[in-house]
């Protein structure tokens, strides 16, 4: 019996693996060809404007455009200006996010900052005298400068070394300051100060308000390119675990608590009509890129500086959700059992 077994398995199995190979060959090429679809649909599409608060951000070529999408087995397939060094700007509240989390526990986030959608703008000081500084979230500035004072060290440059060193990890290669981008936001940074400075006045920020600003300022102004975001995006779908490098950046559970605040805050107030759309988490940045997860299979992240009134990238928006549409992926798209 066990060796009439062994016989039927030896058979069967390759049989299997052959099949598996196809259809993971047949889907890779569907994400190409969706990919390339979307790209030369919105191409041309010229609707939205630069972020201009942060005056360098006006001077980024406006037709830029491009589209990555890393597979949890490390695939990559990318279409356009996937090289163009951007500023990582909001996004990078993502990543700083999970590394607090993975250096003193989820439960210090619900404690000192929240975790829902404050249902203002990102930058607004409303919500903190609402409540006191309580009741806000990661993403939006006033919750993400505080998550950013939450990260321990010595000083400024050690706190600053660790958030773009975990930066780093999730993108498998060495990241830096853009200079200009850090300089105009930093001359620019009024409001971030104002906010840090009212979240000192109820003790809900953690380290010296003026020194975590320019940390803040500075984490925002690291430069990516769209493929880095991709990697980075297909590290939190894969578990915390980098598809590229191999290597365990933060730990599942990590990763499960950072795909929720993205999913309830990512895209700013457009963060319900995205998920209604799409239905995967996903964080946008006024640097003009996206990044978005559809967990246990891929990253994708897409750039093309015009925004729309919420700040999300018009095209990032639109190449996302037709290449999610086409492959048929939308999380909650599910098939009877009958």
């Not at 994400?31 to 599409?45: E, F, G, L, R, V």
């Not at 773009?164 to 009024?190: C, D, H, K, W």
């Not at 991709?230 to 894969?238: E, K, R, S």
Request: include cysteine.
């Amino acid at each position: 019996m066990k060796r009439t077994l062994f016989i039927v398995l030896s058979l069967v199995c390759p049989f299997i693996s052959f099949t598996q190979k196809r259809n993971t060959k047949q889907y890779h090429q569907s994400i190409q060809t969706a990919m390339d679809s979307a790209y030369h649909k919105y191409k041309s599409d010229q609707r939205g404007n630069n972020a201009d608060y942060i005056p360098a951000l006006a001077n980024v070529p406006s037709d830029l455009f491009g589209i990555v999408i890393v597979t949890v087995d490390g695939k990559v397939f990318s279409i356009g200006d996937v090289d163009y060094n951007l500023s990582i700007q909001s996004i990078s509240k993502v990543f700083t996010l999970a590394l607090v989390i993975e250096s003193r526990g989820e439960k210090i986030i619900r404690d000192s900052i929240g975790v829902n959608p404050t249902g203002q703008v990102f930058n607004s000081i409303y919500p903190i005298e609402q409540h006191q500084g309580k009741g806000i979230n990661p993403f939006v500035n006033p919750g993400a400068i505080a998550t950013t004072s939450l990260v321990q060290g010595e000083n400024q440059d050690e706190i600053f070394n660790k958030v773009i060193s975990n930066m780093e990890g999730f993108a498998g290669t060495e990241l830096n300051v853009i200079p200009e981008i850090y300089e105009s936001e930093a001359n620019n940074n009024q409001r971030n100060q104002a906010i840090s400075m009212l979240l000192h006045s109820y003790d809900r920020i953690y380290n010296d308000p003026i020194e975590i600003t320019d940390t803040y300022t500075k984490q925002c102004a690291v430069g990516v390119s769209t493929h880095n975001l991709g990697v980075m995006a297909a590290t939190i779908a894969n578990g915390g675990y980098n598809p590229i490098t191999k290597n365990q950046v933060v730990s599942p559970k990590t990763s499960s608590h950072v795909m929720s605040v993205m999913t309830m805050a990512g895209l700013y107030n457009n963060a319900g009509n995205w998920l209604y759309l799409v239905g995967m988490p996903a964080k946008s940045g006024v640097g003009g890129a996206i990044i978005s997860v559809l967990p246990g299979k891929f990253g994708i992240a897409a750039f093309s500086p015009k925004l729309d009134s919420y700040g999300n990238s018009i095209r990032a928006q639109l190449a996302i959700f037709d290449i999610i549409s086409t492959l048929q992926d939308h999380p909650y798209l599910v098939e009877p059992v009958k």
